[in-house]
């Protein structure tokens, strides 16, 4: 858990609950490859009356120092502060009115950024299989490369977690959508929360939590109502993705290990 650090934060989320601020707050970092229900996990911890949720602080800091284009880039360029070091001390570090605050990540989006905060936050690592993951990628980034799916900076931080003693808490899509109650629920006791039933859906459409980039990503997932059952993907990979898949898989399975469920 992490100990608040008397900053100003930037913005104030709207779904922020208005309550006395805790001594301590929670501050959850999921850590997520792209096209992997990172949506849809921060819509059910929205769910939760304890909780607020924040979608990819750092986005424009990778933006900006990888160069990488996405679409969308210039939208999410203009509407967030691409200076990471200050978001994480601003946003990550600053206060809320609840005592747990969610931050959807993207790995790679740690991307020139000292990591050294990650050990005063809890942790999650939510992964896909990579063939499941590129499939549903390429769609929108057909020339996808292994910086694009964000095993690496995954492995550094469970490597990270490892060297100071934390287990590390690795959370698999697949199991997650054949039992979200049972895999939410470890989570949570793992976290020390209390499971909540509302996790297990939430209303569709749009959230006011989204990010610039959700019309370009999030269409799927303002379908839903909740969790869905899984589904094997059979689509072929691109040829140009196929060099991602076989450089994610072995990294991809360094964290099968620690997966709970």
Same mark, same amino acid.
């Given at each position: 858990d992490c100990t608040d650090r008397l900053s100003t934060p930037m913005y104030r989320p709207v779904t922020s609950r208005r309550r006395e601020e805790p001594a301590m707050t929670i501050r959850i970092n999921m850590w997520s490859s792209p096209r992997n229900l990172s949506t849809a996990m921060?819509?059910?911890?929205? *769910?939760?009356?304890?909780?607020?949720?924040? +979608?990819?602080?750092?986005?424009?800091?990778?933006?900006?120092?990888?160069?990488?284009?996405?679409?969308?880039? +210039?939208?999410?360029?203009?509407? *967030?502060?691409a200076d990471g070091a200050t978001v994480v001390q601003d946003i990550l570090f600053g206060d809320y009115d609840t005592p747990v605050v969610f931050f959807k990540q993207m790995a790679k989006h740690l991307v020139n950024l000292d990591r050294r905060f990650l050990t005063e936050c809890r942790n999650i690592l939510l992964t896909r299989d990579p063939h499941d993951m590129l499939t549903s990628f390429q769609v929108q980034m057909p020339d996808a490369t292994l910086d694009d799916t964000g095993f690496p900076e995954m492995i550094e931080i469970l490597d990270t977690l490892l060297a100071v003693g934390q287990e590390p808490i690795v959370i698999d899509s697949k199991l997650l959508l054949q039992d979200p109650r049972s895999v939410l629920g470890e989570l949570c006791g793992r976290l020390g929360l209390t499971f909540d039933e509302a996790m297990l859906s939430w209303p569709p459409g749009p959230k006011p939590e989204d990010g610039v980039w959700a019309p370009y990503w999030y269409d799927s997932v303002h379908r839903s109502v909740g969790w869905q059952p899984y589904v094997s993907k059979q689509e072929a990979l691109l040829p140009d993705v196929v060099e991602a898949y076989q450089a994610s898989l072995p990294l991809y399975e360094q964290l099968l290990p620690y997966r709970i469920g």
């Open positions: 921060m819509y059910s911890w929205r *769910q939760r009356n304890d909780t607020t949720v924040l +979608d990819e602080p750092l986005y424009a800091h990778y933006l900006r120092t990888s160069g990488r284009r996405h679409p969308g880039t +210039d939208e999410v360029l203009a509407a *967030q502060n």
